[in-house]
């Protein structure tokens, strides 16, 4: 048996693990790689495989970084089946025809001014064709998707539907047990439940995308939230700018702004979600109460005082969201995508960031190379739709919004194992990154772990 990492080692993006174990070649995840061009242009390399000879893919959860390539093997001739949880499919029809749909904008925009780009990778068909194979799995559901392979989801708390993967391999007495954590959830965000404490493992590969520091606590995040939104709305007369993923972060925005008006914190706030992407991620989030934690079921039941809650405008048209452009102060637009590449965010970052009165705030990771990084890193200017913007607004970043989880919880998930990992390897996770949190584990555990990667192979015993 042998288990090959062809993205996300020692980066954060492109996940995707190749096993091969005796007659059953499959993969957990096969994201696109996101942020620099150079890292973009990686998504249209010749695959490290056959498609068409691929059994199965199990997928973790609906981010484009774990799911964004998944039509392109379609398009290329698998034909198995796609196992992941009724919430992922869900999302997944929303987020890859939107991917489906800026690949062919990209493409003609690029063409339209000279540029070489390569042609979409897929289109909306391709899309279809792979939601007709994917198969939905229950938490907690043991699945044979192959002879002499077992494996099970278990909540990963990351997102609506997210799932760490449980796998058995081997027809012997003592099968290879391996766990894949996909991304882990911060413990206490709103609305999900907590990560579901890791099973044993024979090999454990853990992300690591914040292995090196921890989130600043919600309650002080809210905190934050409260003093900035107050003091751009009531003293500097401005908006505030969010720039928001559309699964997951802008739900977590709803439900704070509905949480702190019920605590009489921010009553009658504006909020314009300005992204038909996470209008729809929304709605899907309402469908699948199941999936929520005790205070989130609390919370849905309460109906503010007329005028206290939150008025919430979800805008469809383009038309709808120019109006905003006139919007001189007193609105709280959260918008797509959360790192400024793509999406309406960036006709609002356009108008918004050259006036002091207004406030961007970022609420989420923002990778090297994408504008939200520059704009975090203190760029005076950025250059949107071609025009350079000067940077006036304020910027400011509210850490504990992540749905990663941080050093102090992954290093907690990792205590909960039943027994020491026969082997760990750390994914997902910028260089920096992955050395401090093998660091902190060889501190706290006494485990060595092991960074691989992109290209490296493991054989493993069977």
Same mark, same amino acid.
């Given at each position: 048996?042998?288990?090959?990492?062809?993205?996300?080692?020692?980066?954060?993006?492109?996940?995707?693990?190749?096993?091969?174990?005796?007659?059953?070649?499959?993969?957990?995840?096969?994201?696109?790689?996101?942020?620099?061009r150079?890292?973009?242009?990686r998504?249209?390399?010749?695959?490290?495989?056959?498609?068409?000879?691929l059994?199965?893919?199990?997928?973790?959860?609906?981010h484009?970084?774990?799911?964004?390539?998944l039509?392109?093997?379609?398009?290329?001739?698998?034909?198995?089946?796609?196992?992941?949880?009724?919430a992922?499919?869900?999302?997944?029809?929303v987020?890859?025809?939107?991917?489906?749909?800026?690949?062919q904008?990209?493409?003609?925009?690029?063409?339209r001014?000279?540029?070489?780009?390569?042609p979409?990778?897929?289109?909306a068909?391709?899309?279809?064709?792979l939601?007709?194979l994917?198969?939905?799995?229950?938490?907690?559901?043991?699945?044979?998707?192959?002879?002499?392979?077992?494996?099970?989801?278990?909540?990963?708390?990351?997102?609506?539907?997210?799932?760490?993967?449980e796998?058995h391999?081997?027809?012997?007495?003592?099968? %290879? &047990?391996?766990? @894949?954590?996909g $991304?882990?959830g911060q /413990?206490?965000?709103?609305? +999900?439940?907590?990560? !579901?404490?890791?099973?044993?493992?024979?090999?454990?590969?853990?992300?690591?995308?914040?292995?090196?520091?921890?989130?600043?606590?919600?309650?002080?995040?809210?905190?934050e939230?409260?003093?900035?939104?107050?003091d751009?709305?009531?003293?500097?007369?401005?908006?505030?700018?969010?720039?928001?993923?559309?699964?997951?972060?802008?739900?977590?925005l709803l439900?704070?702004?509905?949480?702190?008006?019920?605590?009489?914190?921010?009553?009658g706030?504006?909020?314009f979600?300005?992204?038909?992407?996470?209008?729809?991620?929304?709605?899907?989030?309402?469908?699948?109460?199941?999936?929520?934690?005790?205070?989130?079921?609390? %919370? &849905?039941?309460i @109906?503010?005082? $007329?005028?206290?809650? /939150?008025?919430?405008?979800? +805008?469809?048209?383009? !038309?709808?969201?120019?109006?905003?452009?006139?919007?001189?102060?007193?609105?709280?637009?959260?918008?797509?995508?959360?790192m400024?590449?793509?999406?309406?965010?960036?006709?609002?970052?356009?108008?918004?960031?050259?006036?002091a009165?207004?406030t961007?705030?970022?609420t989420?990771?923002?990778?090297?190379?994408t504008?939200?990084?520059?704009?975090?890193?203190?760029?005076?200017?950025?250059?949107?739709?071609?025009d350079?913007?000067?940077?006036?607004?304020r910027?400011?970043?509210?850490?504990?919004?992540?749905?990663?989880?941080?050093?102090?919880?992954?290093?907690?998930?990792?205590?909960?194992?039943?027994?020491?990992?026969?082997?760990?390897?750390?994914?997902h996770?910028e260089?920096?990154?992955?050395?401090?949190?093998?660091?902190?584990? !060889?501190?706290?555990?006494?485990?060595q772990?092991?960074?691989?990667l992109?290209?490296?192979?493991?054989?493993?015993?069977?």
């Amino acid at each position: 048996m042998k288990l090959t990492f062809l993205g996300a080692a020692r980066e954060v993006t492109g996940s995707c693990l190749l096993f091969e174990a005796g007659s059953a070649t499959f993969l957990v995840d096969c994201g696109m790689y996101q942020g620099r061009r150079a890292l973009e242009d990686r998504n249209a390399e010749s695959l490290h495989f056959d498609p068409r000879r691929l059994s199965f893919v199990i997928l973790s959860h609906a981010h484009i970084d774990h799911s964004g390539l998944l039509p392109r093997l379609v398009r290329e001739g698998f034909h198995g089946r796609v196992y992941t949880t009724r919430a992922t499919i869900e999302l997944l029809e929303v987020l890859l025809n939107d991917s489906a749909w800026l690949q062919q904008q990209e493409y003609v925009r690029a063409q339209r001014h000279g540029r070489r780009r390569p042609p979409p990778l897929y289109d909306a068909d391709d899309v279809s064709r792979l939601l007709e194979l994917c198969e939905p799995v229950r938490y907690g559901e043991a699945l044979t998707p192959a002879p002499g392979i077992k494996a099970i989801l278990h909540d990963a708390g990351h997102i609506l539907g997210s799932a760490s993967v449980e796998l058995h391999i081997g027809n012997g007495r003592h099968p %290879l &047990a391996v766990v @894949v954590s996909g $991304d882990l959830g911060q /413990p206490g965000r709103p609305i +999900l439940r907590d990560p !579901a404490p890791p099973p044993a493992a024979d090999l454990l590969i853990c992300e690591s995308t914040y292995g090196n520091r921890d989130h600043k606590p919600l309650d002080e995040t809210l905190d934050e939230l409260v003093d900035v939104v107050k003091d751009t709305l009531e003293n500097r007369g401005g908006n505030v700018i969010i720039p928001a993923f559309a699964v997951g972060r802008t739900q977590e925005l709803l439900y704070c702004f509905k949480s702190l008006a019920v605590e009489g914190r921010l009553r009658g706030l504006d909020v314009f979600v300005d992204s038909p992407m996470a209008t729809a991620v929304t709605r899907i989030t309402e469908r699948h109460f199941e999936l929520y934690d005790e205070e989130a079921r609390r %919370l &849905a039941k309460i @109906v503010p005082a $007329d005028g206290d809650g /939150p008025r919430i405008q979800f +805008l469809a048209t383009a !038309a709808e969201s120019m109006t905003l452009n006139d919007r001189r102060g007193g609105a709280v637009i959260v918008a797509a995508s959360g790192m400024c590449e793509g999406g309406r965010i960036r006709h609002h970052l356009r108008h918004h960031l050259p006036n002091a009165r207004n406030t961007v705030m970022f609420t989420g990771f923002q990778a090297g190379g994408t504008l939200g990084r520059a704009i975090v890193d203190g760029a005076t200017s950025v250059r949107i739709h071609g025009d350079e913007v000067p940077v006036r607004a304020r910027v400011v970043t509210l850490g504990g919004f992540s749905a990663h989880a941080d050093q102090t919880a992954l290093l907690a998930w990792l205590g909960r194992l039943p027994r020491k990992p026969g082997r760990l390897c750390l994914v997902h996770g910028e260089e920096q990154a992955g050395e401090d949190f093998a660091a902190a584990i !060889a501190s706290r555990f006494g485990w060595q772990a092991e960074r691989p990667l992109r290209g490296d192979s493991l054989e493993l015993p069977g």
